[in-house]
């Protein structure tokens, strides 16, 4: 299974008090689905590259979440995760809750990609379903051992933290997990 080092909320770590903070349940079941995932899927895997399976054992344990791809990595993928095509932009999440209005993002291994994740999170808070946000609460699920050498955690911190100030979306949480085979 994969061991969870623990999560970060930036209710915690900013000083706004007006958002609501990250539902305790659904803390609890994302990070038991990300508990609950096999190690093997990081079997074979490499340095450099990335575990695709990854985001779909996550996907496989909350069944109320869209996954970006339909049925598999190889389906497609799903149109109720690509929360901007209706205004042309084709970017998706890797998992939605449109009933918890929660998005999950999974970095597996490009550190450049949490500023965009964030950026995700914050579009999805300023567009509007149904007089609501689409994004309330965006999920990070880092590894503290990038690429063996790098902790993607403490960088999706720092960026967290540098954009807190203009990140308009109530609680963005990060969980962060062990790699086994990263080194």
């Known amino acids: 299974m994969v061991v969870v080092e623990g999560v970060t909320k930036l209710s915690e770590r900013r000083t706004q008090t007006s958002s609501e903070a990250f539902p305790d349940d659904a803390l609890a079941s994302i990070r038991a689905a990300v508990e609950a995932v096999p190690a093997s899927v990081f079997d074979g895997s490499t340095k450099h590259t990335?575990?695709?399976?990854?985001?779909?054992?996550?996907?496989?344990?909350?069944?109320?979440?869209?996954?970006?791809?339909?049925?598999?990595?190889?389906?497609?993928?799903?149109?109720?995760?690509?929360?901007?095509?209706?205004?042309g932009f084709h970017y998706s999440d890797d998992l939605y809750d449109a009933d918890a209005r929660i998005a999950i993002e999974v970095e597996k291994s490009k550190w450049k990609n949490v500023s965009d994740d964030l950026l995700k999170f914050q579009k999805g808070y300023r567009t509007q379903t149904d007089g609501r946000p689409k994004i309330e609460f965006g999920w990070l699920v880092v590894a503290v051992n990038y690429l063996g050498r790098h902790n993607l955690y403490q960088h999706s911190l720092t960026k967290l933290d540098f954009m807190k100030s203009i990140l308009f979306i109530d609680d963005v949480a990060v969980i962060r997990y062990q790699n086994p085979n990263a080194g």
Do not use: M, T
């Open 50 to 87: 990335e575990v695709g399976g990854f985001d779909a054992a996550i996907a496989d344990r909350l069944s109320q979440y869209e996954y970006e791809y339909e049925g598999d990595a190889a389906g497609g993928y799903n149109p109720n995760c690509k929360l901007w095509s209706h205004q």
